[in-house]
Nanobody
Framework: QVQLVESGGGLVQPGGSLRLSCVAS????????MGWYRQAPEKERELVAG???????NYVDSVKGRFTISTDNAKNTAYLQMNSLKPEDTAVYFC???????????????WGRGTQVTVSS
């Protein structure tokens, strides 16, 4: 029914940039919020950045000033622009969506499968 597909991950040197994309498809009626999470080996998954339908954003302290989340509502797509990348940003990045589907009245959370980001020289 609903699918979230991330892209844009890869290997980048410290100080470099990457732009992640997340395309949501399916019978989506309304998206309340989208977000990016990450999980490094042997660590818990953490929220990196989130954005509401009204455009309100929030970031984990470690990425403030370096990462920017945005959306293209017409395309049901979220982006994460990551600049000044550090080795500690290495993780699998997951897209997350809180949305109402057509014919339903209860919002649910959906997840993508993730994209690997590796920051290394």
């Amino acid at each position: 029914q609903v699918q979230l597909v991330e892209s844009g991950g890869g290997l980048v040197q410290p100080g470099g940039s990457l732009r992640l994309s997340c395309v949501a498809s399916g019978n989506i009626r309304f998206i309340n919020a989208m977000g990016w999470y990450r999980q490094a080996p042997e660590k818990e998954r953490e929220l990196v950045a989130g954005i509401t339908s009204g455009g309100r954003t929030n970031y984990v302290d470690s990425v403030k000033g370096r990462f920017t989340i945005s959306t293209d509502n017409a395309k049901n797509t979220a982006y994460l622009q990551m600049n000044s990348l550090k080795p500690e940003d290495t993780a699998v990045y997951f897209c997350n969506m809180d949305a109402l589907l057509s014919g339903t009245w209860v919002a649910k959370v959906y997840w993508g499968r993730g994209t690997q980001v590796t920051v290394s020289s």
